[in-house]
């Protein structure tokens, strides 16, 4: 119950403060929470040393405090979202190569796009959705169903089709089969299943959903990002889809096609650390 009511706090005044004020008492609360936040500013900490082994502490410290600030944007700009209405969208957000899109849902077996949990993923998914694309996205499940029930209903208003994480494999093969689009997030493994790829030089499971989707139906993989700007306005990057020719090892395939859009995950990555929220650690230590 704790948590719902701190959401709909946030709602409300996300919805009744100035959007600069509102980004203001959120990096207040994040600051202070940020202070005794000992377990999280140690996994982030450890994650910018891996992708920036020769960055200084004090270095590493800006770049970690810099996210957590960015994390309590994006908050708010996910409570907000009742605001955003396909006239407005395109003053918050500039959309780059929305071509490769719409010449890959010309082929009819729909779209793969795959992101990360970088800069604001959610508005990327209600932006396409708003845009006139029919779009689903798998949603991790919050542990309140209360607060999970909160998340979908801001993500479905705005048209996004939420996929449960338990039955995600048959929904998006289905919209998939509809020439639809499913986003999935390629940085982070939500289930027993990965597969185990060097991440700027280290071990850790990524998703094999995207590539064991695009084998199985021929969908094409388009990686997109949606980057915030200084100003606090926003950018939706859609990359070249990648191209892939099976060989008919399916195990090999996955390897192959999951390591040619983690290049691209990796490359955003490292240009934009400040933006990218990986609280938890994220390599693995002993295989």
Request: charged share 20%; aromatic share 14%; hydrophobic share 45%.
């Given at each position: ?128 959705a708003l845009l006139g694309y029919p779009i689903g996205a798998v949603a991790l ?147």
């Amino acid at each position: 119950m704790i948590y719902y009511l701190i959401y709909k706090i946030g709602v409300f005044i996300a919805l009744h403060l100035p959007l600069k004020w509102a980004y203001r008492v959120a990096i207040f609360f994040s600051d202070l929470h940020y202070i005794f936040a000992n377990k999280d500013r140690a996994n982030i900490a450890a994650n910018l040393k891996a992708i920036f082994p020769k960055k200084s502490i004090s270095e590493i410290r800006a770049i970690r405090l810099a996210m957590t600030r960015n994390f309590a944007k994006y908050l708010v700009d996910f409570f907000r979202f009742s605001l955003l209405e396909k006239d407005n969208i395109k003053s918050v957000v500039d959309v780059v190569n929305i071509n490769y899109v719409q010449e890959a849902l010309s082929k009819g077996k729909g779209i793969i796009a795959v992101t990360a949990h970088i800069g604001n993923w959610e508005l990327a998914g209600v932006t396409v959705a708003l845009l006139g694309y029919p779009i689903g996205a798998v949603a991790l499940p919050h542990r309140h169903k209360r607060v999970d029930n909160f998340f979908n209903y801001q993500r479905k208003r705005k048209g996004l089709i939420v996929i449960p994480l338990g039955h995600a494999a048959r929904h998006c093969l289905n919209l998939l089969r509809e020439n639809k689009i499913i986003a999935l997030a390629g940085d982070r493994v939500f289930n027993a299943t990965g597969i185990l790829l060097d991440f700027f030089g280290l071990p850790t499971y990524l998703p094999q959903g995207p590539a064991a989707f695009s084998i199985k139906t021929g969908a094409s993989i388009i990686p997109g990002f949606m980057i915030r700007n200084p100003n606090d306005t926003f950018k939706l990057i859609f990359e070249k889809p990648i191209e892939f020719s099976p060989s008919g090892d399916k195990a090999q395939d996955k390897i192959e096609l999951t390591s040619k859009y983690k290049t691209i995950i990796e490359d955003y990555i490292r240009r934009y650390p400040e933006q990218w929220f990986m609280f938890r650690k994220f390599w693995v230590d002993k295989l």
